[in-house]
């Protein structure tokens, strides 16, 4: 069965930006060691990647740009320079291995409009199949009005965008402090992530933009287990603003989810019940989660073969556009 991973990190040493774990003073609550296997691996193509996708069996790695990217360098034309580079790059690396590597861009948004037109040239001119922006960009969020432009290319090109969390939080909750083992992928990051999602509900992205699909990794950053209670509160709220539908409706329509990290067959079981098969699609978190345990999971899931396979890579290859390979 063919298996197509949507959210596996890289990163290029060839920007100004620096990355999240490869800059230096950058403070992380993981074991030295762990941060050293994740640095090695993120700028790797050949020497570890390649060979342990062959080992388990993994057909495609969909990469992108690893939290945050650009999206914290203060100067938007530098941020403008580097989603370049970067996508420039992504280009390359792909044209080195085509059928094992597909590729989201980078957005500079600092700059909504060159973000826009940076995405423009990313899929017409490079192949790239989307974009993936990390959450929140200096403490700016994508429902705001100056970005209406990039949700109107995304929509008119017709590419998901995957919303990711930033490794860098915009402010602090009083409720992780003194507990840095809640910070980051263990727990702050889903919560902010899935309630960004929801600023876009709520802000009528969708009502605006309704052809747009955005893409959650981490099981739906637990929005998918919340969806009845949405709708509860929903139908008790005073808005300024209605919204055309339930926020079930537009969790449904317009939104996928990933596997990445959450390797429960419970939790998955759920999730398609909550979305439908066709909104969820398989991926690893490479180079922060297990390849081998990934596969494992996927190979072990409880559903009946056609479905296994849309969520092996059936989705990923419907709403990215990706052509598998000739046997």
Do not use: C
């Not at 060159?114 to 929140?136: I, K, P, Q, W, Y």
């Not at 296994?308 to 046997?327: C, E, F, K, Q, Y």
Request: charged share 20%.
């Amino acid at each position: 069965m063919r298996r197509v991973a949507l959210e596996e990190a890289f990163w290029f040493d060839g920007l100004t930006t620096a990355g999240s774990f490869t800059g230096a003073g950058r403070v992380t609550p993981y074991r030295p060691e762990a941060v050293e296997g994740y640095t090695r691996k993120l700028t790797d193509f050949t020497e570890y990647r390649l060979p342990e996708m062959d080992e388990h069996g993994i057909d495609v790695q969909v990469l992108s740009l690893t939290s945050p990217g650009v999206q914290m360098q203060p100067d938007a034309g530098i941020a403008v320079d580097d989603a370049r580079r970067a996508n420039d790059f992504l280009a390359e690396t792909i044209a080195r291995h085509p059928t094992r590597f597909a590729g989201l861009a980078a957005l500079p948004l600092q700059d909504p409009e060159r973000a826009a037109a940076e995405l423009r040239r990313a899929v017409t001119s490079l192949g790239l199949h989307g974009a993936l922006v990390n959450d929140h960009t200096l403490g700016h969020y994508l429902d705001e009005e100056p970005y209406d432009v990039v949700w109107a290319e995304l929509e008119a090109l017709g590419v998901p965008l995957y919303l990711h969390p930033n490794a860098v939080p915009v402010d602090r909750w009083r409720v992780l402090e003194g507990h840095p083992e809640l910070e980051g992928a263990s727990f702050s990051w889903a919560a902010a992530t899935g309630g960004h999602a929801m600023r876009l509900v709520y802000a009528g992205v969708f009502d605006r933009f309704p052809g747009v699909t955005v893409i959650l990794g981490h099981n739906g950053e637990f929005l998918p287990y919340q969806l009845t209670r949405f709708d509860s509160r929903h139908r008790q709220l005073a808005l300024s603003r209605p919204l055309a539908r339930t926020p079930s409706q537009y969790l449904r329509d317009n939104f996928m989810i990933t596997t990445s990290g959450v390797y429960s067959h419970a939790a998955l079981v759920a999730a398609v019940q909550a979305m439908g098969v066709d909104n969820v699609m398989f991926a690893i978190d490479y180079p922060y989660e297990s390849t081998a345990e990934a596969a494992a999971f996927l190979d072990g899931a409880p559903f009946a073969p056609d479905d296994l396979a849309r969520i092996a890579h059936g989705n990923a290859d419907r709403v990215l556009r990706l052509s598998p390979a000739p046997h």
